[in-house]
């Protein structure tokens, strides 16, 4: 029982480390990875706080360097789905009767380790296992996982404070319970923060999860489960499984307790994952809370007024940071022809000093492609254009995969703007460009809404506000982070709370209290303290 209205540390963002050649930060972080390139690493399962291994290893390939070997994973089977269930059903209770203050110190702790005593290994298993360059590690598995958890605690106690108000002789209250079950969260490959910021922000408001991370994040998940095990997380809170995923999301999808599912990857996935959902609704204990964030076509819209470096050095830092396999990556640029040539130039040059190789050198911009199916996919959208009638690869186009899936930043130019990789999602490092006339910005306007059935973020670039306020109101619809003279990525937890909408997702806004008040049922509570004793009102006489 809480015996005083504690105040949480206040939240400010984590400083991004520069890792400048020949600094400290840099030196101790490549040789964190370089020791950990040579472990052998045996990664269980944790079900009930416990380690479980099965008769099944599965490798682990680092994307640089499929050749080498880090160790393994235990994958599991269904039997382990219903463990990790039952594991978070037994934990439920006593998680929910603890203290709003120690599920927050608990993940402050974590924070904290991350940001201290953790960080190198985090990101250095970030950057082992999904590619990740120092800078690129540094923003996702550091500071954007540090600034989930401080904030979300911040977050979590501005809700519980927002309470009715009350009137004479009645005391009304609000009591922000968990989810009535368990939830499942099912988190994606391309940013560790995300993975950690799923399951944690529904375990931090008292619910228990079951999380099933991407089979190609395993690693720093395996890191952030050593993390929040030194923080003093309870056994049974949060049960991570690596589990086959269709099979797994029948089984828990199917369960009477299944009570909210978290969500960040493929649109597919997503949707019939709802539409599970939706066939088995008479069958729960409670209606469950959706919420998911999936896949982006993610533009930047040029105005004649605009500047072409910025432009330029925008489409480069936003199309291909971390290879383009950011959900917020920019895939679509939408040039003027007056401004094209300048921006062209630009680009290009820029590209020419762009490297592409191994995390381990921090001066690589560019690094692998998570695995070979990615790399077939952008492989096939840069042939494909190459033999086009309608498209020509302008700048990049090389692929090599003699020792990881390495995918040069490439450009298309189209004159079609409906050609292929123009509408589809690629999720690699592939931007298409489409020249428009001057006079055609409105009509390019209407184009950039209607093109994707995407949802998800979105820049405009221009000097005249005429033309700024023009784009804002036309494109209100088409990218739920919108950005003006900026890349379309690097949403900052507390800054610009990141979803969209559409085939993009629920927009439930990770990184805001507006996410964290899905994970709550609320309870209102009316106390009367001089009750009536006779049911006549004063109108009856």
């Not at 291994?53 to 269904?78: A, E, I």
């Not at 996702?140 to 540090?146: G, L, M, S, T, Y």
């Not at 911040?154 to 922000?176: C, H, K, L």
């Amino acid at each position: 029982m809480s015996k005083a209205i504690s105040q949480v540390p206040f939240a400010v963002n984590e400083p991004v480390r520069s890792y400048e050649p020949g600094s400290p930060e840099v030196k101790s972080l490549i040789a964190t990875y370089k020791e950990m390139w040579k472990e052998k690493f045996e990664i269980p399962m944790i079900i009930d706080g416990k380690e479980v291994k099965t008769d099944t290893k599965v490798q682990l390939q680092s994307p640089q360097d499929h050749k080498h070997d880090f160790g393994f994973y235990y994958k599991g089977d269904m039997q382990h789905v219903d463990q990790a269930i039952e594991s978070a059903l037994a934990a439920r209770q006593q998680w929910n009767d603890l203290g709003w203050e120690q599920r927050a110190a608990i993940f402050l702790k974590a924070a904290d380790l991350i940001a201290g005593p953790y960080r190198d290994r985090l990101n250095a298993a970030t950057m082992i296992g999904q590619s990740k360059n120092v800078h690129q590690a540094e923003i996702d598995a550091a500071c954007e996982f540090i600034d989930f958890l401080r904030f979300n605690v911040e977050f979590m106690t501005e809700m519980y404070a927002e309470q009715p108000v009350s009137d004479n002789g009645i005391w009304n209250r609000a009591e922000y319970r968990p989810l009535e079950g368990f939830c499942f969260a099912v988190t994606p490959f391309n940013f560790t923060a995300i993975s950690g910021n799923l399951p944690t922000c529904m375990a931090m408001l008292g619910n228990v999860v079951v999380w099933k991370p991407s089979d190609k994040q395993v690693l720093s998940a395996k890191i952030i489960m050593d993390i929040l095990d030194e923080a003093g997380l309870p056994a049974g809170v949060i049960n991570m499984i690596f589990t086959p995923g269709k099979e797994t999301a029948e089984k828990v999808l199917a369960h009477r307790d299944f009570a909210g599912l978290h969500f960040t990857g493929s649109t597919s996935v997503f949707q019939s994952m709802w539409k599970q959902i939706g066939n088995n609704i008479q069958d729960y204990k409670s209606y469950p809370r959706i919420v998911g964030e999936t896949g982006g076509k993610d533009f930047i819209m040029v105005h004649p007024s605009a500047n072409a470096k910025e432009v330029a050095t925008a489409m480069v830092r936003g199309a291909f940071e971390y290879q383009g396999q950011k959900c917020s990556a920019a895939s679509r640029a939408y040039i003027p022809k007056s401004l094209w040539n300048e921006v062209k130039e630009v680009v290009g040059a820029q590209l020419k000093t762009v490297k592409m190789g191994s995390p381990e050198d921090p001066s690589n911009f560019v690094n692998a492609v998570i695995d070979k199916n990615s790399f077939d996919k952008c492989k096939g959208y840069i042939e494909r254009a190459q033999e086009s009638a309608d498209a020509e690869v302008i700048f990049g186009g090389k692929c090599d995969d003699s020792t990881g899936w390495f995918v040069e930043p490439t450009v298309i130019l189209t004159e079609n703007p409906k050609y292929e990789s123009v509408c589809e999602e690629i999720f690699g490092p592939i931007l298409s460009v489409y020249v428009y006339e001057d006079a055609d910005w409105a009509e390019t306007l209407k184009l950039v809404d209607e093109t994707s059935p995407y949802s998800l973020t979105g820049s405009i670039f221009a000097k005249d506000r005429y033309a700024v306020a023009e784009a804002y109101k036309a494109l209100e619809n088409a990218a739920g982070n919108f950005y003006i003279n900026d890349k379309p990525t690097g949403a900052v937890v507390g800054q610009q709370p990141f979803g969209g909408a559409r085939a993009s997702g629920t927009n439930d806004k990770a990184g805001s209290k507006m996410n964290l008040l899905r994970w709550v049922s609320v309870r209102s509570v009316k106390e009367t303290f001089v009750t009536p004793k006779d049911y006549k009102y004063p109108y009856l006489g």
